[in-house]
């Protein structure tokens, strides 16, 4: 199994209906993050956990929420997907050490809102 | 604030040719940490350095190099006789010393061409 792991792979939804995106983790990492991957804008971030009590936005969090179940699962979720959210959307986990090798990050959720 | 640009937004050169991506970055902090990201067609980000503010010494993996200059605050890579598996998206990344986040540069696609 991979360490860090993205539910779904691939999703379609339609302009309003509320998705959710899940992530969870073997690494037993404290840290982990949201990123969404749109061509030519890199990867920004959305949300940030450090712990199971301690969520913050990111630099585009409008429009989206998230919740840390436990340390090892961070869900985002699109209350009201539109489709300017369709993106790569990634899950990563950090030691806190995040300078030895930075992040590890999941496999990634392809979202289409139509 | 913390900046990455990477100003290449798509490189093409034909296989055996040495190409080098380059980074530039923004940072207020004296200790940081850059990195460099490969995202191949398949979509997943592989890790391939971190390199930390008071190491400026060139890093060589195989047919990979990397160019560490404070003084123009630049983080440059070079793939040395290029191969068609090196076609990818790559990213140059910053987190200053305080912060436990990565913030990315908007990545530079390279097609290495047969």
């Known amino acids: 199994d991979a360490d860090v792991t993205q539910t779904p792979r691939n999703r379609i939804t339609k302009t309003g209906k509320r998705i959710m995106l899940e992530c969870s983790q073997t690494?037993?990492?404290?840290?982990m993050y949201w990123y969404r991957q749109d061509p030519g804008l890199g990867l920004r971030l959305i949300y940030y956990s450090f712990d199971v009590k301690d969520i913050n936005k990111g630099e585009i969090s409008d429009g989206y929420s998230v919740s840390r179940q436990a340390q090892a699962k961070f869900s985002l979720s699109l209350e009201s997907a539109i489709p300017n959210q369709t993106a790569l959307y990634f899950c990563?986990?950090?030691?806190?050490?995040?300078?030895?090798?930075?992040?590890?990050f999941g496999s990634g959720t392809r979202l289409t809102v139509v | 604030a913390q900046k990455v640009t990477q100003a290449q937004t798509e490189i093409s050169v034909v296989e055996k040719e040495d190409v080098t991506l380059d980074c530039v970055y923004e940072t207020r902090d004296t200790t940081y940490y850059l990195f460099w990201y490969k995202q191949p067609p398949s979509g997943e980000l592989v890790f391939l350095i971190r390199?930390?503010?008071?190491?400026?010494q060139n890093e060589i993996s195989g047919r990979y190099s990397w160019n560490f200059q404070k003084s123009t605050s630049s983080f440059n890579f070079t793939i040395t006789a290029s191969q068609v598996v090196d076609s990818a998206v790559y990213f140059c990344a910053l987190s200053e010393n305080r912060d436990d986040k990565i913030i990315f540069g908007k990545g530079t696609r390279l097609h290495i061409l047969p």
């Open positions: 990563a986990t950090s030691d806190g050490a995040l300078r030895d090798y930075g992040y590890t």
């Open positions: 390199r930390n503010s008071f190491d400026e």
């Open positions: 690494k037993g990492h404290d840290r």
